[in-house]
């Protein structure tokens, strides 16, 4: 989660919802996957506990409109009409999100919107993000000198701040290098109980596309979430920024209907970039979601709307949604810096 949407959960554990319901505005929240069990919390980040995701949508039940995406062109024209309205979204395409989450959202009657990387989807492969942290926890001790980084990696001590600075390296590396250092990681893990591990974190294996039919046939939206989970960012060729948008859209739509709309990969300020956004209209999407925070409205440019990443427990919500328009301010001077 970004500063300001800590900021935001702090004020909004501060102060009673009904005095902020006046404030509120149209907004939407996203997730990624729930498990019965996060046992591994550095590893499985990705993951509510379902006990903290049920009372966080039982608590979206009771206080908000929770409308279908299909509402949103409506709800941007006239965000003071809609001022309880969420979308509620899951990135990725989780494995778990069939088998855990749309059952308790059904239960519960809550429309959500599924955004899927389609790579993924087709291959089965693991997350690059959840590679390099399964790398950099359980490699063994060593120094690795993987060709995109000028240094090698070294494992020994600890391996929270190897994660952590091995994570700093990688992200910022375009798609080509990215999936290049892939291979050389699962080289090295391959000989070291990968598929065991694989196992022990089911948590991040994905759905397949007959998952993805099912979902969509029980009414949940499904959109975009880039072919690769990769940012979209400043140091990514044309070409692939291209292909990030297009391809996705082309999967879903050969594989179930038409697909409209798009979530940008991590799609905080370092991870979408103006060509990122252009690419993603050119591609034929209608709206693109980052992970900035903010309310909807008209003023924003339809490609980089704001959306809250939902905490693992969020005993305020209700104060804490009505206070993202805060966030609004921000959110149009990166819009003006990207356009
Ligand atoms: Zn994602």
Redesign the pocket.
């Known amino acids: 989660m970004g500063l300001h949407g800590r900021i935001v959960r702090q004020l909004g554990a501060r102060l009673p919802s009904a005095l902020l319901r006046p404030l509120a505005g149209p907004a939407a929240v996203f997730f990624?996957g729930v498990e019965l069990n996060v046992f591994d919390p550095d590893l499985q980040s990705n993951h509510h506990q379902i006990q903290d995701f049920y009372e966080i949508a039982l608590a979206l039940k009771l206080e908000f409109d929770v409308a279908p995406l299909s509402a949103l062109p409506d709800v941007l024209a006239s965000p003071r009409r809609h001022r309880r309205t969420v979308f509620l979204m899951s990135?990725?395409g989780y494995a778990n999100t069939l088998s855990v989450v749309a059952p308790m959202l059904d239960s519960l009657g809550l429309p959500w919107t599924l955004?899927i990387?389609t790579e993924h989807i087709d291959s089965g492969l693991r997350?690059p993000i959840f590679l390099a942290r399964l790398f950099a926890r359980y490699a063994p001790d060593g120094r690795y000198p993987l060709r995109c980084f000028r240094d090698p990696l070294v494992l020994a001590g600890s391996r929270r701040y190897a994660t952590r600075e091995f994570l700093k390296r990688f992200r910022p590396l375009g798609l080509d290098e990215a999936r290049e250092t892939v291979q050389e990681m699962v080289a090295v893990l391959n000989k070291h109980g990968l598929s065991e591990l694989l196992m022990r974190y089911q948590s991040d294996s994905f759905l397949n596309w007959d998952d993805v039919r099912a979902l969509a046939q029980r009414g949940v939206t499904i959109g975009a979430?880039a072919h690769c989970?990769w940012p979209m960012h400043e140091q990514e060729n044309p070409y692939n920024l291209r292909q990030q948008a297009l391809r996705a859209r082309q999967r879903i739509e050969s594989e179930i209907w038409p697909c409209r709309h798009f979530?940008y990969?991590?799609?905080n300020t370092a991870d979408v970039c103006a060509r990122a956004w252009q690419a993603v209209r050119d591609a034929g999407y209608e709206y693109a979601f980052t992970t900035l925070s903010g309310s909807l409205d008209r003023s924003t440019n339809p490609w980089l709307l704001p959306r809250y990443g939902l905490g693992p427990s969020e005993p305020n919500l209700a104060s804490t949604v009505s206070l993202l328009r805060l966030g609004n301010a921000r959110l149009a001077r990166w819009q003006r810096y990207l356009n």
């Open positions: 990624h990135d990725d955004f990387s997350n979430h989970h979530a990969p991590f799609g």
